[in-house]
């Protein structure tokens, strides 16, 4: 009995049955429009009307890459490249330093 369910179960999964499946629907439309995200366009001279996620979201989007583009041209510079010029300008400066203290 377990096993003719599970068989069954199977069969309606892959879709090998015909008729009306337990996972998938045949959706409310035969062929699709052909247009992005099957919506179509407004008629012409008429602008479409935003839905209430998107200006939101575009502003999110725009602050999100001012404040990195900002915050990142900003950061300070830790490379240990930096790090070794300014130590080696720094002993350039004592030994300098050094040399004019004994000429004097």
């Known amino acids: 009995m377990l096993r ?6 199977l069969r309606t999964r892959g879709g090998s049955t015909t008729g009306p499946s337990r996972w998938t629907s045949p959706g409310h439309e035969e062929q699709p429009k052909g247009y ?8 012409p001279g008429q602008s479409r009307k935003w839905e209430d996620w998107e200006l939101p979201c575009y502003i999110t989007s725009f602050l999100t890459i001012v ?5 990142l041209n900003a950061k300070p510079d830790l490379t240990i490249e930096t790090w070794a010029h ?6 350039l400066e004592i030994e300098q330093a050094g040399h004019s203290a004994e000429s004097d």
């Open 4 to 9: 003719q369910r599970l068989i069954q179960t």
């Open 86 to 91: 300014q130590k080696a300008l720094e002993r």
């Open 36 to 43: 992005l995200f099957n919506r179509t366009p407004p008629p």
């Open 67 to 71: 404040i990195l583009g900002v915050g």
